[in-house]
């Protein structure tokens, strides 16, 4: 699987370490950056490059990493067609994949260990889209809010 990746200074260290383990996992990686350690770099320059390219190639993943992985998710999702999901367990990646078809997982360096990030990440990549009725048509509905702003019809009223 191609993995699009991108994060900042505050990810450094862990991005590269998942570079590694992707790598060896037999992915093909795309680095999005940094290519090196600046503390002054923005985290919006590297991952929106990654969401763009996972936008661009079906069937890719994408990863972006910052300190908390806030502002990663945050730039990642204003890419059309991006579901980017926050993950701090592999359950939370394993409900990401399943029930929301997130095509991108960020992760919080300051927050999640190597090993964690590397089970999150695993998980996240081995884990479907449920495809289920119910999930499909809310992601459906996201969907559609973001290319036509269609807001959702509300429930019909019982009262």
Known sequence: MRIHIGGDHAAYELQQ???VHL?????????????RYDEQ??????????????????????????????????AANKVRGIRAALC???ELA?????HNDAQIVS??????SEAEATRI????????FSDEARHRR????????????TLPALPESTD
């Open 138 to 149: 809310r992601v459906g509905m996201v969907s559609a809010y973001e290319s036509e702003r």
């Open 107 to 112: 992760i919080g360096a300051r927050f999640t």
């Open 88 to 90: 701090a367990s592999a």
């Open 94 to 98: 394993t409900l990401a994949r399943e």
């Open 17 to 19: 370490a998942l570079i």
């Open 23 to 35: 790598e060896g996992a037999g992915h093909e990686v795309v680095n999005h950056g940094p290519s």
């Open 41 to 74: 770099d923005d985290y919006p320059v590297y991952v929106l490059r990654a969401a763009e390219a996972v936008a661009a190639e079906s069937g890719s993943r994408g990863v972006v990493l910052g300190g908390s992985g806030n502002g990663e998710q945050m």
């Open 121 to 128: 990440v695993d998980t996240f990549l081995a884990t479907e």
